[in-house]
């Protein structure tokens, strides 16, 4: 198959690796196939110790993604909808477990299983231009899932409206409620991407990874359990080079 054909594109530049849902003609909308491609590729990117960085993005400039592709996928969601759900928690779980961080970068749409995926994220980068919603509501479907993610993100009763009410939220109020990092504008995304690389790609590897085991615990655990597993998780990073060398370089600064 053409890459230009492929529901995912994955192209590495040094130790940062790209996938680009790749629908750009129906705004990026995400069909089952989609979202087994986007798996299986996260999933064979796991252990590859020489990525630092996986970036996901929309193709074409005008749309992250406008969420599962209904059209498409009709059937399956008047027949079968706990096949969606757990397609989508099964991708979404892969990427809040990847040891890599991942960025998310938006562009106009990011509805509905799309805003769910983006949530498993490490970081979100959007332009001024990016639009959000979980629209389930409106088509008769409760949100699920990766949707859980909205209360720690955004509060209870934020959560709540944008289940409840499926209304749209623009770049700023978005980053107003916590939703995104940083929005800047269209023409300066991808500059500002560029640097948040270099700043992410300074740290060390293996203390980012060991950070990101910690923060899922925090999420997928109680509190007590997760604290006792930071202090376990953190020697791992014990006494390593990077680490040596990080402090002496620290110590000599001061």
Request: proline share 3%.
């Amino acid at each position: 198959m053409k890459e230009e054909n492929k529901p995912i594109i994955i192209h590495r530049r040094d130790a940062v690796v790209t996938i680009t849902l790749n629908r750009p003609e129906v705004q990026n909308a995400m069909s089952v196939e989609m979202w087994n491609e986007l798996h299986q590729g996260v999933k064979d990117l796991k252990d590859d110790d020489s990525m630092k960085v996986l970036i996901l993005r929309g193709a074409g400039g005008r749309s992250f993604s406008s969420g599962m592709d209904i059209r498409k996928e009709y059937e399956t969601f008047t027949s079968d909808i706990a096949k969606i759900g757990n397609i989508i928690h099964g991708c979404s779980r892969e990427m809040m477990t990847i040891p890599q961080v991942v960025v998310c970068v938006v562009e106009g749409y990011c509805f509905g299983g799309a805003l769910e995926l983006m949530l498993a994220c490490d970081f979100v980068l959007a332009n001024d231009l990016a639009v959000f919603s979980m629209p389930e509501m409106k088509v008769g479907i409760p949100c699920m899932v990766e949707a859980a993610l909205l209360v720690p993100t955004v509060g209870l009763l934020k959560a709540k409206e944008m289940c409840y009410l499926g209304r749209t939220y623009d770049a700023v109020e978005a980053e107003r409620m916590g939703l995104v990092n940083e929005v800047v504008k269209a023409g300066e995304l991808e500059p500002r991407l560029s640097q948040f690389i270099t700043e992410i790609t300074s740290m060390d590897v293996k203390a980012l990874s060991v950070q990101k085991e910690i923060i899922y615990k925090w999420l997928t655990t109680d509190l007590e359990t997760a604290m006792q597993y930071s202090i376990l998780a953190m020697k791992q990073c014990e006494g390593s080079e990077a680490q040596r060398t990080m402090m002496k370089a620290a110590l000599r600064k001061k």
